[in-house]
């Protein structure tokens, strides 16, 4: 199941602070604990900022989600930028291209998500899906 979804058009450092905004009050939404919260707002900031800084522009959509009783956010974030040669090696922990960033990096942003996944084609742009869950007991499972 699938809620209605929100769009963020991203050209700049303040559409980078609406993005991570949006994540907080979604998270909210989904009565994700505040430490979930906080961590995919980090993430989402730490994408968006890789769009200003690497493509100049890209879109942030977010969709509240739900899987039976258990309810999260899934986030897509896409630019036309030159795309990412190497994933394998943006992934890695210490990886930068220019910094201004969080100084988490992809390989932080994928660790502060549940699920995290990244595609770009050369020449194609990047696009970056992420999901946060309630874990079980946010939601009273247990």
């Known amino acids: 199941m ?8 991203v050209t700049g450092e303040s559409d980078v602070a609406w993005a991570r905004q949006i994540a907080r009050e979604l998270g909210a939404q989904q009565a994700l ?9 980090t993430a989402v900031s730490e994408i968006a900022r890789n ?4 493509a100049g522009s890209g879109e942030v959509s977010f969709c509240p989600i ?4 258990r309810r999260g956010v899934f986030i897509v974030a896409r630019d036309d930028g030159p795309g990412i040669p190497d994933i394998a090696r943006a992934m890695k ?10 100084g988490a ?9 549940d699920e995290f996944h990244i595609v770009s084609p050369p020449g194609q742009g990047v696009t970056v899906t992420m999901t946060q869950w309630c874990d079980g007991a946010e939601q009273g499972l247990f």
């Open 33 to 41: 604990s505040e430490a979930r919260i906080a961590a995919l707002a």
């Open 2 to 9: 699938v809620g209605a979804a929100v769009h963020v058009s």
């Open 105 to 113: 990096g992809l390989a932080g942003a994928q660790r502060l998500v």
């Open 66 to 69: 739900a899987d039976g009783a």
């Open 93 to 102: 922990d210490g990886y930068s291209t220019g910094g201004g960033g969080l």
């Open 51 to 54: 769009i200003v800084v690497h």
